[in-house]
Nanobody
Framework: VQLQAFGGGLAQAGDSLRLSCAAS????????MYWFRQAPGKEREFVAA????????RYVDSVKDRFTISRDNVKNMVYLQMNSLKPEDAAVYYC???????????????????WGKGTLVTVSS
């Protein structure tokens, strides 16, 4: 599976952006999909995840009620709708795929099977 994230850009606080991640390959629907982000000088952080068929979703607490992850297994796409953006949301956002939707802690370096290149989100105050 090859992944490519896009849709980042410059936003003002309070604005919305929608990130997209395009996946290649016929096995997209067998992977749980994740969004991570990494701000300058910070560790990569889990943001959101959706199970293989979309029935289960997880968010980091800081984006709950603002961000929505979704997927389209026909189009091989996963999305991250980001509303009410805050300056602290600024980061490079990455999509990734794993064989399962982890319900507890996990190691993104070890447990993600595929990574896409990131897309930069900048939020001005």
């Amino acid at each position: 599976v090859q992944l490519q994230a896009f849709g980042g850009g410059l936003a003002q606080a309070g604005d919305s952006l929608r990130l997209s991640c395009a996946a290649s390959g016929r096995t997209f629907s067998t992977y749980a999909m994740y969004w991570f982000r990494q701000a300058p000088g910070k560790e990569r952080e889990f943001v959101a995840a959706v199970s293989e068929l979309g029935g289960r979703i997880r968010y980091v607490d800081s984006v709950k009620d603002r961000f929505t992850i979704s997927r389209d297994n026909v189009k091989n796409m996963v999305y991250l709708q980001m509303n009410s953006l805050k300056p602290e949301d600024a980061a490079v956002y990455y999509c990734a795929a794993a064989g399962v939707l982890y319900s507890g802690t996990f190691d993104s370096r070890r447990d993600m099977a595929y990574w896409g290149k990131g897309t930069l989100v900048t939020v001005s105050s």
